[in-house]
């Protein structure tokens, strides 16, 4: 099973030849950047798919300083070089001016200048990217970790949180018709009140602002969660699904239960499944 990791990190690695440092950070997908020398171009794909072989999201940004390379070649293209020369001859010459054609003014055209791709240690270069990616799945992983630590202590507070909501909802249950007699009294006195009424609409009351339904799903969205926290992989996206699934449901409790100790507490669950939503948009 794959841990779980963050999206940021950093790893170097270094060979004879070379020398690879990437740096990862937050990113829905995952986003290859590259900062190499011109010689390297032509291993871009190769890169890529080395990448793409250890990380799943996150915006990759890959940096591979120029190295000393012996053997370079620099050429002249002295076709394009003269058809230059010509060209300034021409344009001098049609407007009589008195400059002379020198070397400088060929030596400002780049395009003259050929240099040869020098040859690449393949060896070095993969041994290189290999321990960069080596060292940033490591700083992902120990991250991640610390990550998964912190949202389940948080989960856990969800949990003492929501069983406090459940037993307030039984007290609120329980005492429904007493509050409900003492609102009556207050707007209609010493006036008496059918008993089957009382009851009818004391049912009502409860009915309305039952919240069992929610507690049983979010318990159950919660086991779900625990359950992907731990099965490593690719897990952000789900669990970012699955806050959402708490949310809505705790939303409906805060709502429906219009019960101050119930309400303490459904603001600390908001409060709690907020920090793991940031938390989790950080894990891969």
Do not use: C, W
């Amino acid at each position: 099973m794959t841990k779980p990791q963050s999206m940021t990190g950093y790893g170097r690695g270094v060979s004879d030849s070379f020398r690879v440092e990437i740096r990862s950070s937050n990113h829905k997908n995952l986003d290859i950047q590259m900062n190499i020398p011109f010689y390297l171009y032509a291993q871009e794909t190769e890169i890529k798919k080395m990448v793409r072989k250890k990380i799943q999201r996150g915006r990759i940004e890959i940096f591979m300083p120029r190295q000393e390379i012996e053997n370079v070649k620099l050429k002249v293209n002295k076709a394009l070089a003269r058809e230059y020369y010509n060209a300034y001859i021409a344009l001098r010459d049609e407007l009589s001016l008195s400059d002379d054609i020198g070397i400088g003014m060929l030596a400002d055209q780049r395009d003259i200048f050929i240099v040869d791709e020098p040859e690449i240690d393949m060896s070095g270069f993969q041994q290189a990217i290999e321990a960069a990616l080596g060292a940033l799945s490591r700083t992902r992983t120990e991250e991640g970790e610390n990550l998964i630590l912190d949202i389940t202590e948080r989960i856990t507070l969800i949990e003492t949180y929501l069983s406090h909501i459940e037993s307030q909802r039984d007290e609120f249950t329980g005492s429904a018709r007493e509050r409900l007699e003492e609102r009556l009294k207050e707007f209609l006195g010493e006036v008496q009140v059918d008993e089957a009424r009382l009851i009818q609409e004391t049912a009502i009351m409860i009915e309305k602002s039952d919240i069992t339904e929610e507690i049983v799903r979010m318990k159950s969205h919660l086991e779900h969660f625990k359950g992907v926290l731990q099965s490593g992989d690719t897990i952000g996206k789900k669990l970012d699904f699955i806050i959402q699934e708490l949310r809505r449901e705790i939303n409906t409790i805060g709502s429906k239960a219009q019960y101050y100790e119930i309400a303490n507490n459904v603001v600390e669950v908001k409060h709690e499944l907020e920090k793991i939503r940031e938390q989790v948009q950080n894990l891969q």
